[in-house]
């Protein structure tokens, strides 16, 4: 078999496999990705529609009637959403509420099951004994297509759990998503690996053809004939050109035959070896970018699922910087309000009233992520440790060099065997309302993003009570 065969077979094979593969892997777990994107906004319903039921338990107004009008007029309204080749006509999620012994009180899908004891299925049971519940159910056990996604959050009131709420989402729009998004990534695939191999066939014949010229020309002199050296690049091809070259004068005088034949000899292995490492470079350097297409392909249809949002990740992520490559140009007054809205369930659950003096030309510059993503750490905390009808104060001084970010709150402050530990991975004090820990990376990441902005961060007690937690950067 010629060399430039082999190296188009190798070529293939490797590209085959590993184009085959990754291509059959994303075609077998693309449903899970759409799942995984599915439940994520499942999570947000059932949290959200919970903490409604919640407010109204403890409020005295629950009232399953006017639960019941809303999603009958839900189902009616008039519905006709083109998402990407799907047509959307009615909205399918189904809500269900039951007591803290698991018996179903409210269920949007009708009143026959009213009663019924619900703690058997896994996503109220679950949630009932403070773990994460969720489920998948065929509604027809014989069709694999017709599973239904049940997320469940836990109500509750006054601190107490007083049930569970679960919100159930069809699969089957998922089942058309998929039917669209498979042949394409068989088609793109298949355009991939085509293109591959075509390139491979053209860097095939880059890499052979000197060598062709080198064996006609050896040829040629075998034969007795006067021809001019090939015209040779500057690689090791190349130098075994030149000792072809020496081996024609050597030719010419019959003493040096044996001698240049032992040259050719060695020679020859040094450019062989080169093929075929130009042959694996030839892969490192085609994989990555065919691969980042599909890369790019199941980031797009899939929610971009992730930003992110896990704070130990972020915390890896920050730790392993050295700088911010970029810088913005950030209106503090601005960020603060931003998280403040964010904030403003919470903050409204818990009755503390938030109050901040900030002039709208104080600006920092740096990574606005980041410091968003501080600040709402202090703001956080500060909600956490306030006591119920409290408030939190915000304010920030700027000097024209370096701003003070102040966040206080009227708390029970920080014991005195905390103090050296509070800015310690892992450590966290106990919330006055729950009596629960957080997971005591927070303050660490505010630690490690103020370094970054060659800032600080500085907690300490207030004299009345509370605690003051100040962010120092420069602007």
């Known amino acids: 078999m010629k060399l430039g065969t082999r190296i188009f077979?190798?070529?293939?094979?490797?590209?085959?496999a590993c184009f085959y593969y990754p291509i059959d892997w994303i075609r077998d777990?693309?449903?899970?990705?759409?799942?995984?994107g599915v439940e994520d906004p499942l999570v947000d319903q059932a949290?959200?529609?919970?903490?409604?039921?919640?407010?109204?338990?403890?409020?005295?107004?629950?009232?399953p009637e006017k639960w019941y009008t809303l999603f009958a007029n839900t189902a009616n309204r008039p519905l006709s959403v083109n998402i990407y080749k799907l047509t959307k006509k009615n909205v399918d999620i189904r809500v269900y509420i039951t007591d803290k012994a698991g018996i179903l009180i409210f269920d949007s899908a009708g009143r026959e099951?009213?009663?019924?004891?619900?703690?058997?299925?896994?996503?109220?049971?679950?949630?009932?004994?403070?773990?994460?519940g969720a489920r998948s159910?065929?509604?027809?056990?014989?069709d694999p297509k017709s599973s239904v996604l049940y997320v469940a959050a836990p109500i509750r009131v006054n601190g107490e759990l007083a049930g569970s709420l679960t919100v159930a989402k069809p699969t089957a729009n998922i089942n058309e998503f998929l039917i669209n998004a498979r042949p394409q990534i068989t088609k793109i695939g298949a355009l991939a690996i085509l293109a591959a191999l075509l390139l491979s066939f053209l860097v095939s014949i880059w890499l052979t053809r000197p060598i062709q010229r080198l064996t006609q020309y050896a040829e040629d002199i075998s034969r007795g004939k006067r021809?001019?050296?090939?015209?040779?690049?500057?690689?090791?091809?190349?130098d075994m050109g030149k000792s072809f070259?020496?081996?024609?004068?050597?030719?010419?005088?019959?003493?040096?035959?044996?001698?240049?034949?032992?040259?050719?000899?060695?020679?020859?292995?040094?450019?062989?070896?080169?093929?075929?490492?130009?042959?694996?470079?030839?892969?490192?350097?085609?994989?990555?970018?065919?691969?980042?297409?599909?890369?790019?392909?199941?980031?797009?249809?899939?929610?971009?699922?992730?930003?992110?949002v896990d704070r130990m990740l972020e915390l890896a992520a920050i730790e392993t910087r050295r700088k911010i490559s970029e810088r913005e140009n950030i209106s503090v007054c601005?960020?603060?309000?931003?998280?403040?809205?964010?904030?403003?369930?919470?903050?409204?659950?818990?009755?503390?009233?938030?109050?901040?003096?900030?002039?709208?030309?104080?600006?920092?510059?740096?990574?606005?992520?980041?410091?968003?993503?501080?600040?709402a750490n202090l703001i956080q905390n500060a909600i956490d440790f306030s006591p119920e009808l409290s408030s939190i104060n915000i304010d920030c001084q700027s000097d024209g060099k370096i701003i003070r970010l102040a966040i206080s709150d009227n708390g029970p402050g920080i014991p005195d065997y905390a103090k050296d530990k509070i800015y310690d991975k892992f450590f966290s004090l106990p919330r006055p309302n729950t009596g629960k820990k957080s997971t005591g990376l927070g303050l660490n990441f505010v630690k490690e993003v103020a370094e970054l902005h060659f800032g600080s961060i500085k907690l300490e007690n207030k004299k009345k009570g509370g605690v003051k937690a100040t962010l120092t950067l420069p602007v």
């Open 9 to 16: 077979v190798c070529c293939f094979l490797i590209f085959a």
């Open 29 to 36: 777990n693309i449903r899970i990705r759409y799942l995984e």
């Open 47 to 63: 949290n959200l529609l919970a903490e409604m039921a919640g407010t109204e338990m403890a409020q005295g107004t629950f009232n």
């Open 113 to 132: 099951n009213i009663g019924l004891d619900y703690s058997i299925w896994r996503d109220v049971y679950l949630t009932l004994n403070g773990q994460y």
């Open 137 to 142: 159910t065929l509604q027809d056990p014989t």
């Open 227 to 238: 021809v001019a050296f090939p015209v040779l690049d500057d690689s090791e091809i190349g």
């Open 245 to 308: 070259e020496k081996m024609q004068e050597a030719l010419e005088g019959k003493n040096y035959v044996e001698q240049y034949v032992q040259n050719l000899t060695h020679e020859i292995k040094s450019p062989l070896s080169a093929i075929r490492g130009a042959a694996e470079l030839l892969q490192e350097n085609m994989q990555p970018e065919q691969r980042q297409r599909f890369l790019a392909n199941i980031h797009n249809e899939s929610n971009r699922i992730q930003e992110i």
């Open 334 to 375: 601005s960020m603060i309000k931003t998280v403040l809205e964010s904030k403003r369930p919470i903050l409204s659950q818990k009755k503390v009233t938030p109050s901040f003096n900030i002039e709208d030309s104080i600006f920092v510059k740096g990574d606005s992520f980041l410091l968003n993503q501080a600040i």
